[in-house]
């Protein structure tokens, strides 16, 4: 099936019936949430597939079918956020082992990284990952790649592909995170990725209503590795949660499409403007990244990042915008505008911030679905603003 439908329906299953229908679950299209924390078996020996919440619940298991299904993974792991997802992954490494990660990561993955991840014995090797020999910094204790394409925020395009020649080459775990594209417009593992993590909260469960994260891989060493760590560390998304995301993966496909039709014409009116130094979005030609954004994804995405010629007007434009909200996130259907200085990225140190080009003028835009034209009117009136 094609990316749209595989939103809507899983592929076909034991549950399925010849006619269509299913043997379970009474016909619901909503699939059903199954709030319970434990489950009751027959007798001695059998069993109903299901034990303990923490272990599985089959609204997880459904949820958890369709992300490795868009991302063409054997197994998804579905966690109460994308930290989480992040934080069981790490825990497939040990002490001395040695990780090259991109330089440009969501603030809180650099946290993560910086805190608890070297506290346990792990250490990093921060690079740009687009324009960086990578082989050269593998080391004998190397055991992972680490990228974002787009890259938070500076929206770097590293050749997904060419990474994972090298991991290959050395037995290395190739890890992306996704979330930026989601698996409407992208998909690391078809490219030679091992693993592939998303912030669920972002564009697969849509509307800024639940936190999630995800994991998914093709690689069963790695799958038989993660189911145990889940039911042991505990974090695996909550019944309700997994329905909400489940509710908001049905619509991908057209809000993706729609977010990303505003964000071209957003990021033309922005390259406009005489106030604005630059504008970051791989889907402008002019992006370093533009012609490998092309080869390895189906589109461009709804995320863009604009310098400002001043400090203060970014600050004003943040104080002055009505329509468009001044919030942390991104990927929901609302279109809203973060500071990373002082929100995503603020536990960064300022000199990595600013060797990374986030500096106290940088603002990126999560593009949502709401009429272009209003948007663009709403940041007119925002950067007329006297400050």
């Known amino acids: 099936m094609k990316t749209e439908t595989k939103c809507i329906h899983l592929e076909k299953s034991d549950d399925d019936c010849c006619c269509g229908g299913t043997k379970n679950h009474y016909g619901a299209v909503s699939f059903p949430i199954y709030q319970t924390a434990t489950y009751s078996h027959p007798c001695p020996g059998q069993s109903t597939g299901f034990d303990y919440t923490r272990l599985q619940n089959p609204t ?20 109460s956020s994308g930290m989480a997802a992040i934080s069981l992954l790490m ?12 330089s440009d990561l969501y603030g809180g993955t650099i946290r ?8 346990n014995g792990i250490s990093f090797t ?22 974002e394409t787009p890259t938070n925020p500076m929206m770097n395009i590293t050749d997904i592909a060419k990474v994972a020649e090298i991991a290959k080459r050395h037995n290395l775990h190739l890890i992306v995170d996704n979330t930026f594209m989601s698996p409407y417009f992208q998909n690391p593992l078809t490219l030679g990725a091992d693993i592939v993590v998303h912030s669920g909260t972002k564009y697969l469960a849509g509307h800024n209503d639940t936190l999630a994260g ?16 889940i039911k042991t560390t505990g974090a695996g998304l909550a019944p309700f949660d997994c329905w909400l995301v489940l509710r908001g993966i049905k619509t991908l496909a057209v809000r993706m499409e729609r977010a990303e039709a505003n964000a071209k014409k957003i990021a033309q009116w922005l390259k406009s403007q005489k106030s604005v130094v630059r504008v970051i979005y791989p889907g402008l030609p002019e992006h ?15 995320m863009l990042t604009f310098q400002t010629d001043t400090k203060e007007r970014a600050i004003s434009i943040l104080g002055n915008v009505h329509l468009i909200q001044y919030a942390e996130s991104l990927g929901g259907v ?3 505008l973060t500071y990373p200085t002082t929100q995503t990225h603020a536990d960064v140190p300022e000199e990595i911030r ?19 034209d209003d948007l663009i009117a709403d940041l007119e009136q925002a950067f007329a603003k006297d400050f």
């Open 60 to 79: 997880r298991e459904q949820l958890e079918k369709v992300v490795a299904s868009l991302e063409g993974g054997i197994d998804a792991f579905a966690l």
């Open 91 to 102: 825990e497939i490494f040990g002490p001395g082992d040695h990780i090259i990660a991109d």
């Open 112 to 119: 993560l990284f910086d805190n608890v991840s070297a506290k």
């Open 126 to 147: 921060r690079v740009d990952c687009a324009s960086t020999d990578l082989e050269s910094l593998v080391k004998p204790n190397t055991r992972a790649i680490y990228i």
């Open 214 to 229: 995800f994991i998914v891989t093709n690689n069963p060493s790695v799958q038989e590795r993660l189911r145990f760590l």
């Open 288 to 302: 370093p990244g533009y012609e490998i954004q092309k080869k390895q994804s189906r589109g461009f995405g709804a």
């Open 334 to 336: 609302e279109t809203l």
């Open 354 to 372: 600013l060797k990374n080009g986030i500096t106290p003028a940088t603002l990126r835009l999560s593009v949502g679905i709401e009429n272009a």
